[in-house]
């Protein structure tokens, strides 16, 4: 890990000691964004060609309860702006609790299209078009329903030195994923911002076939 003084040392209560965490960071710098002063590190995989980024603010502390968020890449909401997803929105409005709080990281996973890269993101979008749901447009390709994977996100955390965490998240597996990787959640925090009408139908799926903790 890079030398930062915004980071301490790892609680004894932490599982991960750095031979067993399979990512390494690589770059650290500043970030000034409009939502508050960020840092921002670069880390990538040691077993495979993975890249994560995560932006960062206030001490990391492993006995002090954080606010985290697992940010899948989403290059149409998160970039252009499309409204058939609330992803753009949740990742800014997540931004915005860190700053508040004035202590948080988020980890941006590069993992399209719930694992299936943007190529395929893109033909389930036509499947969409068709008629599909979500859900029926990874099927209909042949994917997993969601196949992504958060061991590497929770070692980043670790790396940062959290263990206790506060996760801003709507998603019931990713929780268990994170539990599993053994991060203490102390709190789920939900997350839920105002979206399009392109959005509901996507939205009504992630809830009734997915299980979101979604109004």
Not at 98 to 104: L, Y
Not at 129 to 155: H, K, P, S
Request: hydrophobic share 35%; aromatic share 6%; with cysteine.
């Amino acid at each position: 890990m890079l030398d930062n003084p915004s980071l301490t040392e790892s609680s004894p209560d932490c599982p991960w000691t750095s031979p067993s965490i399979t990512v390494e960071q690589v770059a650290n710098a500043k970030l000034p964004t409009e939502f508050g002063e960020f840092r921002i590190a670069g880390y990538r995989s040691l077993i495979s060609d993975e890249e994560f980024v995560v932006i960062y603010k206030g001490e990391m502390d492993g006995d002090t309860p954080t606010l985290v968020r697992i940010h899948s890449q989403c290059l149409t909401g998160d970039v252009f702006a499309s409204i058939k997803c609330d992803c753009g929105p949740q990742l800014h409005a997540a931004m915005r609790m860190v700053e508040a709080e004035g202590r948080g990281a988020i980890v941006y996973q590069q993992q399209e299209g719930r694992g299936i890269g943007i190529l395929n993101k893109i033909r389930a979008y036509a499947l969409q078009d068709e008629g599909a749901d979500t859900v029926e447009a990874n099927e209909e390709l042949g994917f997993a329903i969601d196949a992504r994977d958060y061991q590497q996100c929770a070692e980043i955390l670790f790396d940062l030195g959290l263990c206790k965490v506060k996760v801003i998240s709507n998603n019931p597996d990713k929780l268990a994923a994170l539990e599993r990787a053994g991060l203490t959640i102390v709190e789920r925090v939900p997350i839920e911002v105002k979206s399009e009408e392109p959005a509901a139908h996507y939205l009504r799926t992630k809830k009734e076939k997915m299980g979101h903790y979604l109004s």
